[in-house]
Each structure stands twice: as C-alpha cells, then as structure tokens.
C-alpha cells in the first residue's frame, strides 16, 4: 500500500462538497421522510458497486488499505455529539441513543483495531467490528426514518449542515468501507 490515490481523494472530496451544498439548502428537509432512506440508499449502492468492481474507486479503496479505512471509522465519535444535541433537546433519544452510542462503539472499536493490526487476532476482530459496524449503521438509519415519519420535524439537525453531511456522504462511505473489508476478508455480507 502507497499513498491514497489521488483521483479517489479528489471524487470523495467532490461528493463531500456536493453533500455540503445540499446541506446548505437543506435538500433533505424539502423531500418526503420516505425518500430519504432510499437516497441514501442509492447513494450507499452505487459507492459500494464502485469500490467492489475492479477500477478506479476499488483502486482508490485498495490505497486506503485496512489502516486508513479504520483511521476514518474514528469520524464515528460523532455519536457523542449525538448524545450532546439530545442533552440540548434538538435530538430524539431514540436515535442519540441508538445511532449516537453504537458509534462511539464503532469508532472505539476501530480506535482497537489499529493498535491490532498485524496481530494474529486482526483479522477475526475486524470481521466482528466490520459486522457491528453495519448493524449500527442500519439501526442509525432506520431509526432516523421512523422518526422522521412519525414526529415530523424531530430529525431537522440531520437535515442542515453541518449533519447533513452524515446521511448524505458519510453513511454510504462508510458502509462501503464496512462491505469492502468484509469482502477482501473472504465474506460476502446479505
């Protein structure tokens, strides 16, 4: 593994930009609660099918290798900030709870994995993170769907900047990550 490729940096980096500009204009607030998971969805399909098919986005995730793709797991300390927000009233515990503290897990768990990597232990112990990891991404999700169509309103932070840019560049990025290491680990995730 050499340095990240640049070409990878440079796409990640525009769809960040292009997040942050939907962010501003609050894009999500404007569609229906149900369509935003199948936004995110998309985009989470589309970035995976570009990381596992042979070309210039697996290419740009081989870069990373297992230590930069972890490194970026540890963005998931966000959750504290989840948990924070809640604290302030801007967040259903529901999701703080959920999504807030099953990424401070995941983060911790990759914050692990780095002092592990090489060890004999690695690899078992990334493939039961890699699991973890998806399950509270999908619970992050679903529970910011079922809340945003059952208490209009309640999810508006996740619709503005600077959160906007989790459910819209983040999550899908992540998620590929997650799917990538399993499959390089020999797993084929449902």
Aim: charged share 10%; hydrophobic share 55%.
């Amino acid at each position: 593994m050499g340095a990240p490729n640049p070409r990878f940096l440079a796409l990640v980096a525009s769809w960040g930009i292009a997040a942050g500009v939907a962010g501003s204009f609050h894009a999500m607030a404007r569609v229906p609660p149900q369509a935003v998971p199948l936004v995110i969805a998309g985009a989470t399909a589309a970035f995976t099918a570009g990381v596992l098919r042979p070309g210039s986005l697996r290419e740009g995730m081989d870069s990373l290798g297992p230590r930069g793709i972890l490194a970026a797991h540890l963005a998931r300390f966000v959750g504290l900030y989840f948990i924070w927000l809640h604290a302030r009233g801007r967040l259903p515990a529901e999701f703080a709870e959920r999504a807030g503290w099953g990424d401070v897990v995941a983060a911790s768990g990759a914050a692990v994995l780095l002092h592990l990597l090489g060890t004999r232990g690695f690899p078992l112990a990334l493939r039961a993170w890699n699991w973890i990891g998806l399950a509270d991404l999908v619970v992050a999700v679903g529970t910011a769907t079922w809340l945003s169509n059952t208490r209009p309103g309640s999810m508006a932070e996740l619709a503005a900047l600077p959160l906007a840019l989790i459910p819209l560049w983040i999550v899908p990025m992540l998620v590929a990550s997650h799917i990538y290491l399993l499959r390089a680990a020999g797993e084929r995730p449902t």
